[in-house]
T-cell receptor, first 113, second 111 residues
Framework: QKEVEQNSGPLSVPEGAIASLNCTYS??????FFWYRQYSGKSPELIMS????GDKEDGRFTAQLNKASQYVSLLIRDSQPSDSATYLC?????????????FGSGTRLLVRP | DVKVTQSSRYLVKRTGEKVFLECVQD?????MFWYRQDPGLGLRLIYF???????EKGDIPEGYSVSREKKERFSLILESASTNQTSMYLC??????????FGPGTRLTVL
């Protein structure tokens, strides 16, 4: 079982819609959760971090965390074509006898004009 | 802002050459990481370091070595480059058990 799982997509949404990206993780003791955006040919860029259950909003982005269900999501409101990218979920989890930042394989988002 | 820089954006080398990839961060982070990223395989950790002169193997260390002589600099070395090491190489740094910040990446082609 992968430690951090994401649907690879592509997730296709029309411009202006809400894009919902989901991530599940296996380490119940995880406390820190991050979303990165990666444009094609570029490096990952941190866009959101969340540490407590509930929602955290930053502009058009909302991160949602449910530790009981081991589930973290990213909502992008009013999606724009410039949001088209791969979104990586990352979790601080216990692996190989130490805490590590564990990445999912990413969900590709396509926003249609 | 955290700044992580990598010595080259694009690099072309020949099979058998020794290749050095350099990474420098300016935020006094104690942790530094090297990943490679290939289509369909996601980010794979090669080596990481929690302190100067310390190094730990990641998931795919074979064919690579690293050097960390100064806190701000972490080098990845391909002892004898092979075609299957053609990839995007990403350096990252972090403080404690926190988010990692990435450099721009080096796209290495081995012919």
């Amino acid at each position: 079982q992968k430690e951090v799982e994401q649907n690879s997509g592509p997730l296709s949404v029309p411009e202006g819609a809400i894009a919902s990206l989901n991530c599940t993780y296996s380490d119940r003791g995880s406390q820190s959760f991050f979303w990165y955006r990666q444009y094609s040919g570029k490096s990952p860029e941190l866009i959101m971090s969340i540490y407590s259950n509930g929602d955290k909003e930053d502009g058009r982005f909302t991160a949602q965390l449910n530790k009981a269900s081991q589930y973290v999501s990213l909502l992008i409101r009013d999606s724009q074509p410039s949001d088209s990218a791969t979104y990586l979920c990352a979790v601080i989890g216990w692996m190989d006898s130490s805490y590590k930042l564990i990445f999912g394989s990413g969900t590709r988002l396509l926003v249609r004009p | 802002d955290v700044k992580v820089t990598q010595s080259s954006r694009y690099l072309v080398k020949r099979t058998g050459e020794k290749v050095f990839l350099e990474c420098v961060q300016d935020m006094d982070h104690e942790n530094m990481f090297w990943y490679r990223q290939d289509p369909g395989l996601g980010l794979r950790l090669i080596y990481f370091s929690y302190d100067v002169k310390m190094k730990e193997k990641g998931d795919i260390p074979e064919g690579y070595s690293v050097s960390r002589e100064k806190k701000e600099r972490f080098s990845l070395i391909l002892e004898s480059a092979s075609t299957n090491q053609t990839s995007m190489y990403l350096c990252a740094s972090s403080s404690g058990y926190n988010e990692q910040f990435f450099g721009p990446g080096t796209r290495l082609t081995v012919l």
